[in-house]
């Protein structure tokens, strides 16, 4: 099986299929591109309807035997699952329900609240830097009407404050819940390690900086995120970084749901 992964800095959802690469023991060819500049919309990005359509906004792209693949928790379960062995997911059917159950959790209500803090603040001076004509060759590329605007949003810092102060409030109910399901003193969320441990961290790990007082007292969760990041998987995938500080990279994430 050929595999090539386009791939952003060691945070969010590349972070997630990085790990899950290692985890798995695939061979890929690793491609990095700017997610913040709009690298994955370019040319020499394969892709496809998944792709421009990607719920996650802007992430990693698996290419597997020429077929383009986007969302990392979609990415992270077929390395599992075309793996020799399946180390990061469960095989048994209720397990694995219960990990795509949290996934999903993580992707829907976590994962847009940490891009919309983390644009906010990383990623809308940078857009604001750029001239009307770069910003617009930028953006071109994008199919998705949906994502475009949210681009040009960062970019005019059109941030609303009652969904800056939901962000805040879905981080912290995060922490609490990933407290809470170690509280019976599993190293990891599901008992054994998972995808659920991957995604969950890679979307948390860099809100430590930006909204500390969600990890005050959660003791617990900051063992765990110490347990996570010194696994040897996503040690090396944070060895791929390009700057000192990959948990500041930010790249539009997926849309805040519109139901809360």
């Not at 001076?125 to 960062?154: G, N, V």
């Not at 991957?198 to 790990?205: D, I």
Request: proline share 6%; glycine share 6%.
């Amino acid at each position: 099986m050929a595999l090539v992964l386009y791939h952003g800095e060691p945070n969010g959802p590349s972070l997630t299929v990085l790990a899950a690469l290692f985890e798995t023991g695939h061979d890929a060819e690793l491609r990095n591109i700017d997610l913040t500049m709009g690298e994955r919309h370019q040319d020499d990005v394969p892709s496809g309807v998944e792709v421009h359509m990607s719920i996650e906004g802007e992430g990693p792209v698996l290419v597997a035997d020429g077929e383009p693949m986007a969302d990392s928790v979609f990415i992270a379960c077929y390395l599992n699952d075309s793996a020799s062995i399946s180390p990061i997911a469960p095989q048994d059917p209720f397990a694995r329900w219960q990990m795509m159950t949290w996934c999903r959790q993580i992707i829907e209500r976590v994962a847009p609240a940490a891009a919309y803090i983390g644009v906010k603040a990383h990623l809308a001076d940078k857009l604001s830097a750029l001239d009307d004509a770069a910003f617009e060759k930028l953006i071109a590329p994008i199919k998705s009407e949906d994502l475009k605007t949210r681009w040009a949003d960062i970019r005019a810092g059109a941030f609303d404050d009652a969904k800056i102060d939901d962000s805040k409030a879905k981080i912290k109910a995060a922490v609490d819940k990933v407290e809470t399901q170690l509280s019976d003193g599993r190293d990891w969320i599901l008992g054994e390690f998972s995808i659920a441990d991957l995604e969950t961290y890679a979307w948390l790990a860099g809100m430590r900086d930006l909204e500390p007082g969600a990890f005050d007292g959660a003791s617990r969760t900051a063992g765990w995120l110490d347990r996570v990041k010194a696994r040897p998987s996503v040690s090396r995938a944070l060895s791929l970084a390009r700057t000192a500080t990959p948990q500041d990279i930010w790249a539009p994430g997926p849309e805040i749901n519109r139901w809360g």
